[in-house]
């Protein structure tokens, strides 16, 4: 099993619909980051949580909001979809503890169409 | 503010050669330095990473990177590159300052390998 999975894995939707991706982590990781990729923009960050009580915006959160349910999981809506968030969106973990290598174990990706 | 560029959408080289993917960076700190790669339909994937050390770093699948502090600069390497190569880089970069935790990612530069 990867050790960070997002559902679904291809989602298209209707302009207008409330969605929401999940994403789950067994790396035992406090921190997780929600980036959508863009071509040519590189990944961008939406939101990110520190612990379950704590969350971020990051430096793209409009028209997205989050939820950190438990430690491993971290889900990501958008309210009402609008075309321009079609993206490839990951999921990301870290650990804060610098027990490993500082980088992330991110997810497989959800390619999101909004028509 | 934290910056990182990759100047080359696109490099071509030919199996066997030796490959260069360059990458410049910007953080007020100590720089944390990262190479991830992306093949298709997948998430990104740690490769290595410079936080202190040598300059010259060795990571995963025989790419290295060396850090240049002068040029502020953290160029992927690899001495003979394989078709298997072929995929999305991107550089990112932690401001080491303060425990700072958060990663800037490049906008990619893809790799072609041609056989």
């Known amino acids: 099993d990867a050790d960070v999975t997002q559902t679904p894995r291809n989602r298209i939707t209707k302009t207008g619909k409330r969605i929401m991706l999940e994403c789950s982590q067994t790396?035992?990781?406090?921190?997780m980051y929600w980036y959508r990729q863009d071509p040519g923009l590189g990944l961008r960050l939406i939101y990110y949580?520190?612990?379950?009580?704590?969350?971020n915006k990051g430096e793209i959160s409009d028209g997205y909001s989050v939820s950190r349910q438990a430690q491993a999981k971290f889900s990501l809506s958008l309210e009402s979809a609008i075309p321009n968030q079609t993206a490839l969106y990951f999921c990301?973990?870290?650990?804060?503890?610098?027990?490993?290598?500082?980088?992330?174990?991110f997810g497989s990706g959800t390619r999101l169409t909004v028509v | 503010a934290q910056s990182v560029a990759q100047p080359e959408d696109q490099v071509n080289v030919a199996e066997g050669n030796p490959l260069t993917v360059k990458c410049t960076y910007s953080?007020?700190?100590?720089?944390?330095l990262f190479w991830y790669v992306q093949y298709p339909n997948r998430g990104l994937q740690f490769l290595l990473k410079?936080?202190?050390?040598d300059n010259l770093v060795k990571g995963s699948y025989g790419f290295e990177a060396e850090f240049n502090k002068s040029q502020t600069s953290f160029h992927l390497k690899k001495p003979s590159a394989l078709v298997s190569d072929s995929a999305l880089y991107f550089c990112?970069?932690?401001?080491?300052w303060g425990g700072g935790f958060k990663t800037i990612f490049g906008a990619g530069t893809r790799l072609f390998v041609k056989a």
């Open positions: 990301a973990t870290s650990d804060s503890k610098g027990t490993t290598n500082y980088g992330y174990t």
């Open positions: 790396k035992g990781h406090d921190r």
């Open positions: 949580s520190f612990d379950v009580k704590d969350i």
């Open positions: 953080v007020s700190g100590n720089p944390y």
């Open positions: 410079y936080i202190t050390g």
């Open positions: 990112a970069v932690r401001d080491g």
